[in-house]
Each structure stands twice: as C-alpha cells, then as structure tokens.
C-alpha cells in the first residue's frame, strides 16, 4: 500500500505563487510517476505535471512556464511550486504515485487552491 499525504494549499491573490508537498510512505517501487491533478468544480480532473523517477517532467499547455514539478527521491517527496496564479487555476489538487511496475495509482486526500481575482 501506498500512501500520500498533501499539504501547501489555501487562498491566494491573481499573480501570487503557492508551493504544495506530498509526502508518500509505504510501498514504494523504483520505477515510478509522480504527479499532481487537479478538478475545479463541474470539471474532468486533469493532469497539471508529472514527474518520473528519472526526473522527466511534462506540463500541459496551460501551466507551461507558471508550474514547475520536483521530486526528492531520499524523502520520497514531491512539489508543485505554481506561480503567476490566475483565477482559472482554482481547484482542488490532487497527488498522484503511480506504479510502473503493476500499472496502478495511487491518490492523496485533495487540497483546495484558491486564486482570488
């Protein structure tokens, strides 16, 4: 079993930067994704970045350049240091662990993000 544990969200200004932390315990495979998703309300979650355990990153289009995903393999912790924040980004975000090995993910409890206009 895998376990994840977020923390970093609240409410911030348009403009303001937010970092966020998940912290994953228990079974944890070499071969692995890390990443954060997000869902605002009435809307499909969506991947906001993820992170390999080689440290290839990938971020959709609409937080290229504002997001920046890291990863620190000793403490088996990832971040999400977002930046240049838009009301847009407003959801509740989500780690993720995903098992290469065994193809199965893992989730965190959500912490909500807030971006005032």
């Known amino acids: 079993q895998v376990h994840l544990v977020e923390s970093g969200g609240g409410l911030v200004q348009a403009g303001g930067s937010l970092r966020l932390s998940c912290a994953v315990s228990?079974?944890?495979?070499?071969?692995?994704?890390m990443g954060w998703y997000r869902q605002a309300p009435g809307k499909q979650r969506e991947l906001v970045a993820a992170i390999t355990s080689g440290g290839s990153t990938n971020y959709p289009d609409s937080v290229k350049g504002r997001f920046t995903i890291s990863r620190d393999n000793v403490k088996n912790t990832v971040y999400l240091q977002m930046s240049r924040l838009k009301p847009e980004d407003t959801a509740v975000y989500y780690c993720n662990f995903r098992n290469l090995v065994v193809s199965r993910d893992y989730w965190g409890q959500g912490t909500q993000v807030t971006v005032s206009s």
């Open positions: 228990g079974s944890i495979v070499s071969m692995n994704v």
